[in-house]
């Protein structure tokens, strides 16, 4: 299933200003078109979330944001924004420490510092949240990117995360469509014969990661890569499948 | 610092198979030669470890693997190879977890799953364990492809690894050389001009996951991938950087 050809990261450049409102597919078929560029079956696009996020209105006013006497305590005590506290708070279902970071498990039940609330890449004082459903979000984009093209174009929406054990955040997908997020090794032989054991390989989060290479998280705007060459399974796939469950929380 | 040009992930392909007492940095230059491929300068070279482990003999015989008292115990509860346990043991510093999955802390600090013994993609009849110093491992081929090809060559190795919160393992650095395992955004300002808050990205371990993807875990035979066009800082790097020390162990 992996091909052995050469993979391509393909930066999709001079990507317009998003606006609440926007559709995400539209705009990449209009840059690609201006760019010259054009997909090709096997292709696969990874969205950086905060385009997703604006485009759909996940945004916060940061001088409407009504603050609570809970934000505002952990605030202090940390000693951040009140109001990215109280709106990581209306974002989580559980906190799960407050230092040396505010760690949060957001509604979609994924781990990360101030439930991926951010003021960078978002427009001036405003805060940008995750997509309410970011697998939705990539099946909306998939659907119509494949009804232009005439075959199935996998997208990925991403976001930046740290990690447990090890230094310095790594991007991973929280939205997936058109793909399964893993690739299987069962039944497959190594390079002796071997059986390999049955290992699961985080697809989906590897490809996020990749093309982390060329969005950078800075002003070059490149929220939008092509991944050319790359092998799938062209299942139903979806990123909360990747979240496990509270019971599994260490490795499985 | 991020270059906003294409990347690509080239596969060194009919890579022989390693012995014990080879010199990789040897082989990949002779692999190269055959398939009329040339190194560039900004050429990253990404490893998987079971070769150079393989090279510097770090494998055990499984029949010769004494199984103390403990493994044997640990191995009947678990339901594993006692050899296996064993060797984990030996390669351990630290048992963390032993159900649902053996999880140690290697000596190097590396969290993960049997102390990084595997049976995948080591010679009949034997385990292979990660080698003794993977960081110095790297330096040794990035200063030989450095010294041959005049420019620096930053070499990384890899293992795969499973992760808390989320199913399915990706590929991480265990070895760096010649580059910085990480990028900084400090300074940099989003499109909106906005100063990003100063954040760490784990440039090393995304690498490590765009190359797995050519890499496999199967009986291609691809264990060295070229990863072209990426920008890095050309610091005296290393992986064991990345690793948290014990009170920093969640997020920071």
Chains 1, 2 share one sequence.
């Not at 498990?105 to 101030?114: C, P, S």
Request: with cysteine.
């Amino acid at each position: 299933m992996i091909k052995i050809g050469q993979i391509d990261l393909i930066p999709i450049r001079d990507f317009p200003v998003v606006q609440v409102g926007d559709e995400i597919s539209d705009i990449i078929l209009t840059t690609l078109q201006k760019s010259g560029l054009e997909l090709i079956q096997g292709d696969i696009i990874v969205v950086t979330h905060s385009i997703i996020s604006i485009a759909e209105g996940k945004l916060y006013k940061l001088d409407e944001v009504k603050v609570s006497e809970k934000a505002a305590k952990i605030a202090e005590r940390i000693g951040h924004s009140q109001e990215r506290v109280e709106v990581a708070l209306r974002e989580a279902s559980d906190v799960l420490t407050e230092e040396p970071v505010f760690i949060t498990k957001t509604k979609h039940g994924i781990v990360t510092d101030f439930s991926g609330i951010d003021s960078s890449n978002a427009p001036p004082g405003m805060l940008v949240a995750l997509p309410d459903d970011p697998d939705e979000s990539a099946k909306r984009i998939n659907d119509s990117l494949t009804e232009t093209t005439g075959f199935n174009v996998p997208v990925i929406i991403t976001d930046t995360h740290g990690r447990p054990w090890r230094k310095g955040a790594v991007n991973i997908a929280i939205g997936v469509a058109g793909m399964s997020p893993f690739t299987y090794n069962v039944g497959k032989k190594d390079i002796y014969g071997n059986e390999l054991r049955g290992s699961l390989i985080c697809l989906a989060d590897q490809l996020a990661s990749a093309a982390e290479l060329l969005m950078g998280q800075a002003d070059e705007g490149v929220p939008v890569v092509i991944l050319r060459g790359v092998g799938f399974d062209e299942d139903d796939g979806s990123a909360s499948v990747i979240i496990r469950s509270e019971s599994e929380d260490l490795f499985r």
